[in-house]
């Protein structure tokens, strides 16, 4: 397992409201059992400068911010997280656990604002040093069991409305199908189900 897991890139990722944060603890406490050097970011976030765009980009004071800026933002923090945290943990040797990453923003951005997958696969791909993760597990969920697990006090982007949302979701099932690393896992169910189906993913890798 420890020389399995070294230098892997996995990425959690899916809806509002699918269980990404819980699943990474998770995930991440099982390698560590496995004697795997493991760390765990988020994205946006980790670094200083990814918390305040975070913080930027989730304020629910900024509705009236463009797709197109969401879009720069995100991958400005990205680029940075990239730099500043998953190079080094990957050149030495650590498993990078990851909650969210490129294909949120082809799903938030891409397909449900409409900008565009393609396109903002062109973006990252100038952008990143490396766009696409070892394995990608999307978290899928219905819009209605999503909503129950959602804070009271949504942030700019849960705020959205239903139709937004389930493009999202809809979203990520359609960049599922087209790429052969990313696997998706029913998050609907119970939280040790769920994360029973990611580590089964995960050790397919």
């Known amino acids: 397992m ?81 730099a500043e945290k998953i190079a080094p943990a990957l050149k030495d040797n650590k498993c990078v656990v990851l909650d969210r990453w490129l294909s949120s923003t082809c799903a938030y951005q891409g397909y449900a604002g409409q900008f565009g ?28 069991t999503a909503s129950t697990r959602l804070n009271q006090q949504l942030d700019r982007m849960e705020q959205k409305g239903d139709n937004y949302h389930q493009k999202v979701r809809d979203g990520f099932l359609a960049l599922a199908e087209k790429r052969d690393d990313f696997t998706v896992v029913n998050a609907a169910d119970d939280i040790q189900t769920v994360h029973e189906n990611v580590m089964k993913a995960v050790e397919n890798i």
């Open 2 to 82: 420890e020389n399995k897991f070294a230098s892997k890139f996995i990425v959690l990722d899916g809806p509002d409201g699918c269980g990404k944060s819980t699943q990474a603890e998770l995930l991440t406490a099982w390698l560590e059992q496995h004697n795997v050097d493991v760390v765990t970011f988020r994205d946006p976030g980790t670094t200083a400068i990814g918390e305040k765009i975070r913080q930027i980009l989730l304020n629910p004071e900024h509705h009236a911010m463009d797709t197109r800026t969401e879009l720069s933002l995100y991958m400005a923090a990205r680029a940075q997280l990239w």
């Open 117 to 144: 997958m393609d396109k903002v696969i062109a973006i990252a791909t100038d952008s990143l040093e490396r766009p696409w993760p070892d394995i990608t597990v999307i978290l899928d969920i219905d819009l209605q």
